[in-house]
């Protein structure tokens, strides 16, 4: 049981740690490696400027309809809340298959992260690369930014996990410490008792 609520908590950290990570990369690619496809978040068809700009660059105009701010906290609170919920999914699978992984924390949890990625994500790119129209600078940031988060998390997932399992071995032998002093005075009271009926006998 106890096992069961480190794996829990394991994976809200990595979901947190996920989702900080997310954010950084949403912010790194759209202000500073493609801002020629978010700068126009809303198009104002009534701006003639701004019009003028879009119509050298039609294809700025669909993406600037496609894409959204995905600024404010409504939406990174929505990211926290989703990224929560899958993380406690991750910890579950993790639990799972930990006697399968590598035998230290950060191994596991890479070796994890990555193949949650490749289960995951990986092909997702692949279709899309392949049968869309993105701009690669987008889909190269996207893909980048999920191997990093699932390696990250992953490893946030693996050192937490390991620091409870360890915590929580470490009240398994006290329990079973006091469970055998408690045991003692029985085991001495019984030797009395069974010292008792032997010279009871022997009168």
Not at 118 to 143: C, D, K, M, Y
Not at 158 to 171: D, H, P
């Amino acid at each position: 049981m106890r096992s069961f609520l480190n794996a829990i908590l394991a994976g809200i950290v990595a979901g947190i740690v996920i989702t900080a990570i997310t954010i950084v990369f949403i912010m790194v690619w759209k202000d500073i490696v493609a801002p020629e496809y978010f700068q126009n978040a809303t198009v104002n068809v009534l701006n003639p400027a701004q019009m003028k700009e879009l119509s050298a660059n039609p294809e700025k105009i669909f993406y600037s309809y496609l894409f959204k701010n995905t600024g404010g906290l409504r939406n990174y609170l929505a990211m926290f809340g989703v990224s929560i919920f899958l993380g406690i999914v991750w910890g579950l699978a993790y639990l799972y298959l930990r006697k399968s992984l590598p035998a230290h924390w950060s191994l596991a949890g890479l070796v994890f992260g990555l193949f949650v990625w490749l289960l995951g994500e990986f092909p997702v790119w692949v279709i899309l690369a392949f049968n869309t129209q993105f701009p690669r600078s987008i889909l190269g940031g996207w893909a980048l930014g999920g191997i990093v988060a699932a390696l990250f998390g992953g490893l946030g997932l693996g050192f937490v996990f390991a620091m409870l399992e360890k915590e929580s071995e470490a009240w398994r032998r006290e329990k079973g410490r006091a469970k055998e002093e408690r045991a003692k005075p029985e085991k001495k009271e019984s030797g009395k008792d069974n010292a008792s009926s032997e010279v009871s006998r022997e009168k």
